[in-house]
């Protein structure tokens, strides 16, 4: 029996993946700005986003460890893994485009500012997820974004983008 073609084996080398990436990203928010006088710091929820992902990874870890030292013909883990083939799988393709999206949302973020950005995306999402709804789309792709846009700017007082929307922050700031 060929144990690296197995569910058990994926699941060793996926773990070994999100360890790699929860270290790297623990580093990157080593390079966050501090505030002073705060307890709660800029790193502090992506941090504890990262202990959750790694702890998750180390128990998977640990089960593809143990099942691949005790795996026995016929054990479910013993089953070949599935490929994942990206022009085939629809899960992966939208995963891929959510991804690309993300990546766009980040290079226009200071251009376009948040509120369009993130409509933008938002119609993008709920086209792929099946609201079609041309009025429902447009009503939450620009009052959903608007709304947080507000919520940050004025109870949270964070400063966000707004790219070619900065008379709103004005007009709001008159008010």
Same mark, same amino acid.
């Given at each position: 029996?060929?144990? !690296? ?10 773990? +070994? ?17 501090? /505030? ?47 490929? +994942?083939? /990206? ?10 485009? /959510? ?6 949302? !980040? ?36 009052? /959903? ?11 949270? !007082? ?18």
């Amino acid at each position: 029996m060929k144990k !690296t073609g197995t569910k058990a084996f994926s699941n060793l080398v996926s773990a +070994i993946i999100f360890i790699i990436l929860c270290a790297w990203a623990w580093i990157q928010t080593g390079n966050f700005q501090t /505030v002073n006088d705060f307890y709660v710091q800029p790193s502090t929820f992506p941090r504890v986003m990262i202990i959750g992902l790694l702890f998750f990874s180390v128990v998977l870890l640990i089960q593809a460890i143990v099942q691949l030292s005790t795996m026995k013909e016929g054990d479910p883990a013993a089953e070949p893994a599935e490929s +994942i083939n /990206v022009f085939k799988d629809k899960g992966v393709q939208a995963a891929l485009v /959510v991804i690309v999206l993300c990546i766009l949302f !980040t290079a226009l973020f200071k251009t376009l500012g948040y509120v369009i950005c993130a409509a933008i995306i938002c119609a993008i999402i709920m086209y792929m997820i099946g609201k079609r709804e041309l009025k429902q789309m447009v009503l939450v792709s620009i009052l /959903v974004p608007l709304g947080m846009w507000l919520i940050f700017f004025k109870i949270l !007082t964070v400063n966000i983008p707004m790219g070619p929307l900065t008379f709103l922050r004005d007009l709001l700031n008159m008010i």
